[in-house]
């Protein structure tokens, strides 16, 4: 699978939008990406994912570039309760649905 | 949502004893389970697909004698872990796959494990 790129951490004002950057520039034609987010101690939750067209849902809002190559998470009003670490993974479409985790990004909502 | 149960929540053990960990799909029919590690400030780490009926494909350096994997039915894996040693000491998370839907895997809330 293409592997991503995603900032160590990131701080967002509580009641802001959190936006959280992507980078997956050797994905290939058949490959989703998918958003992830893991509270401290617990198992990962999905947020959202897609192929290249723009995609909303009630947590997030996904922002594929016309490239595909880098995508940004958007958290519209962020709260204390969206501190987690975000994943950003790049997954086959066919056959292949294993998740390959990196690191993530840490991200701090502030009050 | 679908939702995946994972038991014990936690559980800590003497070393050279074995743990069961039961991952089970509530709601839903899994054909194929994921069983990920993770350690302290670390990523999840694949360590085995389970899939309903056939063997567990493991991943490169888990040992399959030791972490010993049944998918006997379509809502239950579980995952053996035998002789544990204080290494072995991790977060332990399964996902589940459901039947004919292949875009999302629902997360267990995962399995502390504290070998002594």
């Known amino acids: 699978d293409a592997k991503t790129t995603q900032p160590t951490s990131m701080d967002c004002a509580e009641g802001r939008a959190a936006n959280l950057p992507c980078n997956h520039s050797?994905?290939?034609?058949?490959?989703?990406v998918y958003w992830y987010r893991q509270i401290h101690s617990q198992g990962p939750q999905y947020i959202i994912h897609g192929l290249k067209n723009n995609e909303t849902n009630e947590m997030a809002s996904l922002i594929i570039t016309e490239d595909r190559k880098s995508s940004t998470l958007i958290l519209p009003h962020a709260t204390l309760r969206d501190t987690a670490v975000y994943y950003c993974i790049v997954r086959g479409g066919d056959s292949n649905y294993q998740l390959i985790w990196g690191a993530g990004t840490k991200l701090i909502i502030k009050p | 949502g679908a939702v995946v149960s994972q038991h014990p929540s936690w559980v800590i053990c003497k070393s050279g004893t074995s743990v069961k960990i039961e991952c089970r799909s509530l709601?839903?029919?899994?054909?194929?389970m994921f069983w990920y590690r993770q350690f302290p400030k670390q990523s999840l780490m694949l360590m085995a697909t389970s899939n309903e009926g056939s063997k567990a494909t493991y991943e490169q350096g888990v040992e399959k004698d030791k972490f010993l994997i049944n998918h006997a039915s379509l809502t239950l894996s579980t995952l053996t872990v035998t002789s544990a040693h204080p290494e072995d000491s991790s977060f332990y998370i399964c996902?589940?796959?459901?039947?004919?839907?292949?875009?999302?895997?629902?997360f267990g809330p995962g399995t502390r494990l504290t070998v002594l």
């Open positions: 996902s589940a796959l459901p039947v004919a839907s292949y875009n999302e895997q629902f």
């Open positions: 709601d839903f029919q899994a054909t194929t």
């Open positions: 050797t994905i290939s034609g058949n490959e989703y």
